[in-house]
């Protein structure tokens, strides 16, 4: 073994251990050490920021008046975690939560940290959170993707105080980070409009679903449509079982029988990028030119917009920056009593792609719904 390595052998039997031993230890200077354990990264490589931390951690390093995972910045014993609302699993993620993760990950990455899957929302219930008890002094804080029972987040902030809910949220209860639905809605609405369209369909989900999200994007929906003076009657407001292609199918079939082709609506926006590409595709299957005879576009940012063709107008707040910034506020949290809760909404931008035209001449751009 080489005396470097006896050294660090050395320093793991050892039951205190100060950032002297650990920046002898490891070759570089106190002053680096104390920086690092004190959180600071600004100007110290991604590489040695991480190896002075998980050295601290492998030898047991404590610093005085503070537990690691309250207050420290160390990447195993001070991980982010994160839960899945109900019908999500971690092998088959949302499209969209799976961006959301990502930014997420990649925020706490710069903050030497880490993010650690707990559970979702249905497991989560059935153990009554017996198993998230012994990580109450390794995890820092969690983040909640979805909507998920009011009850149950307020069993899991008792054991994490430093809570975070992305698209959904709990005011009184936990911060929060969400899309501007209305201002998504809007652009929409304002950009198909701006074509020439006047008839407009909704592709959404079910009456019995009570997902915020899709209550918010609905009725800046139909405001907006009401705003431009155009028309979506209620045989037009389209709805599913659930929120993937397979729905948006069904939608645009249901759709295609009341009105035929002839009268279909010829702008339809999707309450997310999955319905509307799977309308698009039953359009295309059944000879009905997409943006040709009817354009189609969604509420959403995510990859699902540009991994088809024709790729799809949407509008939505990047949803990796929404990881990113609920990562932010975990990381910023108090998690005290007398803490002031966050509701953060983010702003909404257009991406105009292949899916949405002028309405082709003719008197189908005025036609009603």
Request: glycine share 12%.
């Amino acid at each position: 073994m080489s005396e470097s390595g006896k050294r660090v052998a050395g320093a793991n039997r050892r039951p205190g251990v100060s950032q002297q031993r650990i920046a002898s230890d490891l070759g570089v200077s106190q002053a680096l050490v104390s920086m690092v354990l004190n959180g600071r990264s600004k100007g110290i490589g991604r590489e040695t920021y991480r190896r002075i931390w998980d050295y601290a951690v492998d030898v047991g390093y404590k610093p005085k008046g503070m537990r690691i995972g309250e207050n420290g910045d160390g990447s195993r014993l001070s991980q982010v975690g994160f839960i899945l609302r109900s019908r999500l699993t971690f092998y088959t993620q949302s499209n969209f939560f799976s961006h959301v993760q990502h930014g997420l990950h990649a925020f706490l990455e710069k903050r030497g940290r880490s993010s650690l899957f707990l559970g979702t929302e249905v497991g989560l219930m059935e153990k009554k959170l017996r198993s998230l008890s012994p990580l109450r002094d390794q995890v820092h804080g969690v983040v909640v993707m979805g909507q998920v029972d009011r009850a149950f987040l307020g069993e899991l902030r008792r054991l994490f105080p430093r809570l975070v809910a992305v698209s959904a949220s709990y005011p009184g209860l936990c911060h929060s980070v969400l899309n501007n639905e209305e201002q998504a809605t809007s652009l929409l609405v304002d950009h198909l409009a701006s074509l020439g369209h006047r008839s407009f369909a909704w592709i959404g989900l079910g009456e019995h679903h009570k997902r915020e999200r899709h209550k918010r994007r609905m009725e800046g929906f139909l405001q907006a449509v009401s705003r431009r003076g155009a028309t979506c009657v209620p045989d037009a407001v389209g709805m599913a079982e659930g929120g993937d292609r397979m729905d948006g199918q069904t939608v645009a079939a249901r759709l295609l029988e009341r009105f035929g082709r002839r009268n279909l609506p010829t702008a339809w926006v999707g309450y997310n990028g999955l319905m509307a590409r799977g309308a698009v595709n039953y359009l295309l299957a059944n000879q009905i030119a997409v943006p040709g005879e009817v354009s189609v576009a969604a509420v959403d940012g995510t990859r699902v917009c540009e991994e088809e063709s024709p790729t799809l107008t949407g509008a939505f707040t990047d949803p990796e920056r929404m990881g990113a910034v609920a990562g932010e506020i975990v990381m910023d949290a108090s998690g005290g009593p007398d803490e002031i809760f966050r509701d953060v909404i983010l702003p909404a931008a257009l991406s105009v792609r292949e899916s949405t035209a002028r309405v082709a001449r003719g008197a189908r751009a005025g036609r009603t719904a």
